[in-house]
Every structure is written in structure tokens, then in C-alpha cells.
């Protein structure tokens, strides 16, 4: 059974740096082909990719927040861990972590999702 | 970046109808299109993949369909379960890209 979780804190200040982890069971992040990443929602909007780390330890940023991101992983831990910098009331959003995976007749969407978790940009 | 428009933003229905939403790619993404149910508080669950290839365990009733830039979503007998949002996103790019969203909600 795959699942992922997500967890960090739910409030932050403007300027202070988000850190979240994501903790996942069922799969490995040492096995070919597989990524994790973080999706996020700002309440009643669309979904926005932010980040993506692969097995292989490709990273890929989205073009726009890519200056305020670093994705990491930890394998042995089965987490990774997403920083982003600079917070502002309007990063408040619920961040998802999610499974993605290729092979070599490419790439296949997220089939697997945490259950989310709200962080709220308030001084 | 790949740009993708979803129409219409909001579609009215009710329980039987046939629906359709279409989603549109600011450049040719080939078949790799997905789409996504998301219910208030949940997170999205994938319906269709490589444009057309259904899920397992999704619905029949949930099609998809298209190629290149255009492609459709169809449910072909609304169900109440199936009242929430829809978004569809692509993954032929280096950088992954989501579409808007359509609610479909209640007539």
C-alpha cells in the first residue's frame, strides 16, 4: 500500500523560510524511474506544480518560484523535503506531496497523492 | 512553459447528463494528458491518463479523448458522486503544467 504524508508547520510569518517533509511507505525512492513532489492550492484556486526530485536525484523547479526552492531527499528515511524561502500571504496555500514515476515510454501522471496540509502566511 | 486553458470554468448539470470539458494546450503535447477529480477537501484523483487510457477502478462512464492541443473529458451519464472539479495537466515537458479547473455542479 503507497501512502504519503505530509507534515510542517500550518502557520508561518512573512519573510520566514517553509520547510515540509514528506514521508512516504510503499515504494522507494532508490527505484528507477520513480519521483516525488510538491503540488500546492491556494484555497478556492487551481493546482501548481512546485517541485520535482527523481531516484536519480534530477531535481526540476517551477520556472516561476524556482529562486525561493530546494528539493531534497533522503532515501533512507523515505522523506523528501521541500524549502521555499521568503514566505508571503500569498504562498498560503494546501501543499501536497505526490508520487510521479516514467519509464522508457515516458512519463506517467501522479497517481498517488498525500492527503495535504495547510500553511497559512500570517504575521 | 506549456500554457493550458480548460473551458468552460463552471458547468451546470444534472444527474443523467452527458458532460464534456475540453482542455486546451498552448502547444503540441502529443497524448500526454491527464485529468483529475478533485471533491472540497480532498486531493485530486487521477480519472485518465495518456489522454485517453482510464484508470483503474475509475468509472466507465469517465472517457477521455484527443491529441496534440486539444483534447475532451466526457462523462456520459452524470452520476451524484461525480459533482466536483476537474483539471486536466500535462506532462510532455520538462515542466509539468495544470489547466484551471471546471466545477461541475449542480443544475
Known amino acids: 500500500q503507497i501512502t504519503l504524508k505530509e507534515s510542517g508547520p500550518t502557520l508561518v510569518k512573512p519573510t520566514q523560510t517553509l520547510t515540509l517533509t514528506c514521508t512516504f511507505s510503499?515504494?522507494?525512492?532508490?527505484?528507477?524511474?520513480?519521483?516525488v513532489g510538491w503540488i500546492r492550492q491556494p484555497p478556492g484556486k487551481a493546482l501548481e506544480w512546485l517541485a520535482l526530485?527523481?531516484?536519480?536525484?534530477?531535481?526540476r523547479y517551477s520556472p516561476s518560484l524556482k529562486s525561493r526552492l530546494t528539493i531534497t531527499k533522503d532515501t533512507s528515511k523515505n522523506q523528501v523535503v521541500l524549502t521555499m524561502t521568503n514566505m508571503d500571504p500569498v504562498d498560503t496555500a494546501t501543499y501536497y506531496c505526490a508520487r510521479e514515476w516514467y519509464d522508457s515510454s515516458g512519463y506517467f501522471p501522479v497517481d498517488y497523492w498525500g492527503q495535504g496540509t495547510l500553511v497559512t502566511v500570517s504575521s | 512553459d506549456i500554457q493550458m486553458t480548460q473551458s468552460p470554468s463552471t458547468l451546470s448539470a444534472s444527474v443523467g447528463d452527458r458532460v464534456t470539458i475540453t482542455c486546451r494546450a498552448s502547444q503540441s503535447i502529443s497524448s500526454w494528458l491527464a485529468w483529475y477529480q478533485q471533491k472540497p477537501g480532498k486531493a485530486p484523483k487521477l480519472l485518465i491518463y495518456?489522454?485517453?487510457s482510464l484508470e483503474s477502478g475509475v468509472p466507465s462512464r469517465f472517457s477521455g479523448s484527443g491529441s496534440g492541443t486539444e483534447f475532451t473529458l466526457t462523462i456520459s451519464s452524470l452520476q451524484p458522486d461525480d459533482f466536483a472539479t476537474y483539471y486536466c495537466q500535462q506532462y510532455n515537458s520538462y515542466w509539468f503544467t495544470f489547466g484551471p479547473g471546471t466545477k461541475v455542479d449542480i443544475k
Open positions: 510503499g515504494f522507494s525512492l532508490s527505484t528507477s524511474g520513480v519521483g
Open positions: 495518456k489522454a485517453s
Open positions: 526530485i527523481y531516484w536519480d536525484d534530477d531535481k
